[in-house]
């Protein structure tokens, strides 16, 4: 395995914030006709109030033309119960489909490429696609889709092999070992891709923090803060749904985004004109100009990583 390099750095200690939390990092490479294409981190947060799973992905091959995609998905559960959760779909920087799920009193509303639904049936929803990497579904029959919005079925011809049917007929394999899932097979209209689970490349991430507790205590809540990492400069968050890292300059007029806010929606403001940026995607609320470029956090035993 590549050895690693760690630089620790450390941020002024502002407010300690003690919570409870865990955190499991898997990455998968995609495998297309034989070669790795891109990759997948599935991360799964808790936290002492929620429990967060997200899934980037990010893949380059060639389909009559270069074609590079980006899956970003998030599920937020409270008390084994799905309260939101959204999806987006890029091709080539260009978001191609979305949708979003909320709870509320009268059950789950569901918008998916900007229909809307409300669905009364399953509530609660304590099963997700979102959460499968981490969580076998064992004697399961049906699943939540966060990008359908509506349920799947599942079933299991052999021990530690399921298979999930979409709405467009195809159905993903997912393999398991030891609850986690280790292979996904999946079928798309136009090729199969593969995602073999892999180690995490610790080689790539820098060691910014040497524990959560660590970082709890550097990143307030919602109060971004500046970092410097070998003559770059990365603006640092850390909000009820995790840590989050993006460049620091604005992409509209290049002002520090460091100096700007953080509201209820996961958004950085900037202080200068007040454009409003996505932590997750960083894409800007009203797509006024460029993506703010967002970068992966990994939480493990060994601290917390930055990968650039
Ligand atoms: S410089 Fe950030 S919004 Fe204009």
Request: hydrophobic letters at 35%.
């Amino acid at each position: 395995m590549a050895r690693r390099s760690f630089t620790i750095i450390f941020l002024l200690i502002q407010v300690f914030v003690a919570e409870t939390s865990y955190s499991q990092n898997l990455r998968y490479s995609v495998v297309w006709k034989g070669d790795s294409v891109g990759h997948i981190l599935a991360n799964k947060y808790d936290s002492a109030e929620f429990d967060i799973y997200k899934i980037n992905s990010e893949v380059r091959f060639w389909f009559f033309g270069t074609k590079t995609i980006r899956y970003n998905y998030k599920s937020v559960y409270k008390r084994d119960t799905l309260i939101k959760a959204s999806t987006q779909y890029l091709r080539n920087g260009n978001l191609k489909a979305e949708s979003t799920v909320s709870l509320n009193g009268r059950g789950y509303e569901v918008v998916v490429d900007g229909d809307y639904r409300l669905l009364t049936e399953p509530n609660p929803i304590d099963y997700s696609v979102t959460t499968i990497y981490h969580n076998e579904p064992n004697l399961v029959t049906s699943i939540f889709s966060e990008r359908w919005g509506t349920v799947l079925s599942v079933r299991s011809p052999d021990p530690n092999h399921y298979f999930i049917e979409k709405p467009d007929g195809r159905s993903t394999e997912y393999f398991f070992e030891n609850g986690i899932c280790s292979k996904v097979i999946v079928d798309n209209f136009f090729a199969t891709f593969i995602f073999e689970r892999t180690e995490l490349p610790m080689s790539e991430g820098t060691r910014i923090f040497s524990s959560i507790a660590e970082a709890h205590q550097a990143l307030p809540l919602n109060s971004p803060k500046k970092l410097l990492l070998n003559g770059r400069s990365f603006c640092l968050v850390r909000t009820r749904d995790g840590i989050f890292a993006t460049d620091n300059l604005c992409p509209h007029s290049k002002a520090s985004l460091n100096e700007g806010l953080v509201n209820a929606y996961n958004e950085i403001i900037c202080q200068l004109h007040e454009y409003r940026y996505d932590l997750h995607s960083g894409r800007e609320s009203l797509q006024r100009c460029d993506d703010l470029r967002t970068f992966q956090i990994e939480i493990e035993d060994g601290g917390v990583f930055l990968v650039i």
